[in-house]
């Protein structure tokens, strides 16, 4: 996979519990600090209270590898109780182009008792520092995206099986 193929991952768990239910969890941004290995805190920003489109929150990131580093998101859809989906962008300048789509998507399923409920991401379109790293080894393209997505597969596995403990199903 190379940054032109638009790389990402996506999981996903059924969770017996109506999508109402999952719903009220996953847009809670503590949700995910709550169950990755790398999102370490979160708390919203210029006033917001809660989700919205348009409403940011800043996070705090560790990776062992990595280091550790600071984002700003923005929600950019909101659709109860369907979508949620934000943008992250550098902490040091949140009006440039994303460095990462991520979205919660839920499904009823089983005449509305149980939620298909889908986590993923998606790298860029902007310029971050997967990127950086990838031009100065650009012969190791592919094995560096591989093992970002792997990670990040790891990570979102573990959100959706702490939603779903949560939840309670």
């Not at 017996?16 to 995910?32: G, R």
């Not at 998606?122 to 190791?140: A, H, M, N, T």
Request: charged content about 30%; some cysteine.
């Amino acid at each position: 996979m190379r940054f032109s193929d638009g790389p990402g991952v996506e999981c996903e768990i059924e969770i017996a519990a109506a999508p109402e239910q999952v719903w009220k969890v996953v847009t809670d941004i503590a949700t995910s600090a709550k169950y990755s290995p790398e999102l370490q805190e979160v708390e919203w920003l210029d006033g917001a209270r809660g989700p919205a489109v348009g409403a940011r929150f800043s996070g705090r990131n560790h990776n062992e590898s990595i280091g550790e580093w600071r984002t700003v998101s923005r929600i950019t859809a909101l659709e109860e109780p369907r979508t949620f989906t934000w943008e992250v962008v550098r902490h040091s300048n949140p009006d440039e182009e994303a460095l990462a789509l991520w979205t919660y998507t839920l499904e009823s399923v089983a005449d509305g008792t149980a939620t298909r409920l889908r986590h993923g991401m998606r790298i860029g379109p902007g310029r971050g520092p997967l990127q950086e790293f990838v031009e100065k080894y650009p012969e190791r393209e592919e094995q560096i995206i591989e093992g970002r997505l792997a990670l990040l597969r790891t990570g979102i596995e573990a959100t959706l099986a702490g939603v779903k403990a949560e939840v309670g199903a």
